[in-house]
């Protein structure tokens, strides 16, 4: 027999989705990915998207964690619509569902040490079998049960089903069931701490707590990392223990880094805040993330309201998906040029701060973000690009002498004078610099990259007099002083 699916029970609930990151880390790219499939999920459908930290791996948790997790959602703009709730703070309900099931058979108290545990799968691994709990303190009529040993805080187990399969109809990777003599009596709750007086339950265990959450939350669909399928079918005889509804599940597969291989701290796996920092837009952030384990048809490049409205949970890729940085720059690139240039502007003052140039008209630099945007990939290069507008400039004497040669010195000369008294705008500088070449009979190739290479420090930029025109005019000058 194959426990129910139940997929028709989650759809005729109101969707309510979840992101349950642990806080023993920042928010790694594959949550970061699961929670925005889960927000854009619940508001396709109208629904709601709950955030819930799993904190019960108390030696493991941490508040700055947590903090990051909450910062990162904040930044993506994944919106919640409960939460964050702490699993922590919901102890006495996990307790009580445990001594639900304690009365109704379907848990048992284990007290078996370490040792034992050792020992027992010691035992399986020299017999050639597969390592299990063996059962030996699940009560069952007529068996009797070892003599509770002093001093030894028991776990909870949950009792699974002996026979028969549990299956689900998975959203991403289709049909899939698995017999429950496969599983064995998975601990709900750990010992409670040594000398507890007796009776006192524990902290409850991942695959119990999150039942119970799911259960509590109403929750109707969960899309989580593949690495938790195992855990599913335990899951899944939990709800049915409970008598509660399945949600349904969808089980994306893990991100490769370049190499090949899961992106992990040491491979590249960074946190999403790290984005933030290197430049990149939360909306590009979005945009990469979703379409990695993803598709609408041929789009790659699309808005946060676009993946709303196109989300409804299929085309989940069921292959693993590779990060490719020069593709989520690209990403970048795009959201970039449609970027509104004041939020631009903004942005990249921060970022131009942390390089120890403080800037203070936003206005100007809000006219040069303009110039720039379209040029550069992230924030970060918006920065590098315009900075010389705000700090000194520092020309490199390979250029200055391939640049700044005797014959365009003289023409430098002069159209520094003009400088001084032409109008400041744009295309009064186009004219003087016009007016310069003709008398010297120059050509803009010729002139323009002196000019880059003295005033802005570099061969490479937008229109000279369009550049020049974002300088004060003092600035200008002073740098063209030197020739
Ligand atoms: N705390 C688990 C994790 O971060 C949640 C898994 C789930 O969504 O059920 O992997």
């Not at 005033?455 to 937008?462: A, E, I, K, W, Y």
């Given at each position: 027999m194959t426990a129910d699916v139940t997929a028709g029970r989650a759809a005729d609930r109101a969707v309510r989705t979840r992101i349950a990151p642990s806080p023993?880390?920042?928010?790694h790219l594959g949550t970061a990915r699961t929670a925005l499939y889960s927000w854009a999920y619940a508001r396709h459908h109208g629904g709601q998207f709950v955030l819930r930290i799993e904190d019960t791996d108390v030696a493991r948790s941490t508040q700055d964690s947590a903090r990051q997790i909450l910062d990162s959602m904040h930044w993506l703009g994944l919106d919640y619509d409960e939460g964050p709730v702490y699993q922590m703070q919901r102890l006495a309900r996990y307790h009580a569902v445990a001594e639900q099931m304690l009365a109704a058979g379907s848990a048992y108290r284990c007290w078996c040490t370490p040792e034992e545990l050792d020992a027992m799968r010691e035992g399986q691994r020299a017999r050639g079998e597969k390592t299990?709990?063996?059962?030996?303190?699940r009560p069952a009529p007529g068996k009797v049960l070892p003599p509770v040993p002093a001093g030894v805080q028991p776990v909870v187990r949950f009792a699974n089903p002996l026979h028969g399969a549990v299956g689900w109809d998975d959203l991403v990777k289709g049909p899939i069931s698995i017999g429950n003599d496969e599983i064995d009596d998975l601990i709900i709750l750990r010992p409670a701490?040594?000398?507890?007086?007796?009776?006192t339950l524990g902290v409850p265990t991942y695959n119990f707590a999150v039942v119970v959450d799911d259960w509590d939350m109403a929750i109707t669909h969960v899309f989580r990392g593949d690495e938790h399928i195992n855990n599913t079918p335990w899951q899944i005889n939990i709800f049915h223990a409970l008598g509660a509804p399945l949600p349904r599940f969808g089980h994306c597969p893990v991100i490769l880094g370049d190499d090949g291989q899961k992106l992990s701290k040491r491979r590249g796996a960074v946190s999403v805040t790290a984005y933030e920092e290197a430049g990149y837009l939360p909306e590009a952030m979005l945009n990469y993330l979703a379409r990695l384990g993803w598709?609408?048809?041929?789009?790659e490049l699309f808005t946060r309201d676009q993946l709303v409205q196109w989300f409804?949970?299929?085309?989940?890729?069921r292959s693993p998906a590779q990060w490719d940085p020069a593709k989520l720059a690209w990403v970048n690139a795009h959201h970039m040029k449609r970027a509104d240039d004041a939020r631009l502007a903004l942005l990249t003052q921060q970022q131009l701060g942390r390089r120890g140039v403080a800037v203070d008209d936003l206005e100007r630099l809000t006219r040069a973000v303009a110039l720039f945007k379209d040029r550069s990939a992230t924030v970060v290069e918006l920065a590098e690009a315009v900075a010389m507008l705000f700090a000194p400039a520092t020309p490199g004497d390979e250029d200055l002498a391939a640049h700044v040669t005797p014959a365009v010195q003289p023409a430098l000369r002069e159209l520094r004078t003009q400088l001084q008294a032409t109008p400041w705008t744009q295309a009064d500088i186009a004219a003087a610099l016009k007016a310069v070449l003709a008398a010297h009979r120059l050509k803009m190739p010729q002139l323009a990259p002196a000019l880059r290479v003295l005033?802005?420090?570099?061969?490479?930029?937008?229109s000279i007099d369009a550049v020049l025109a974002l300088f004060p005019r003092a600035v200008v000058l002073a740098r063209l002083q030197a020739v």
């Open positions: 023993t880390g920042f928010l299990r709990y063996d059962g030996r303190w701490p040594e000398g507890a007086p007796q009776g598709s609408h048809g041929d789009d409804d949970g299929s085309h989940l890729s005033v802005c420090g570099r061969v490479q930029t937008p």
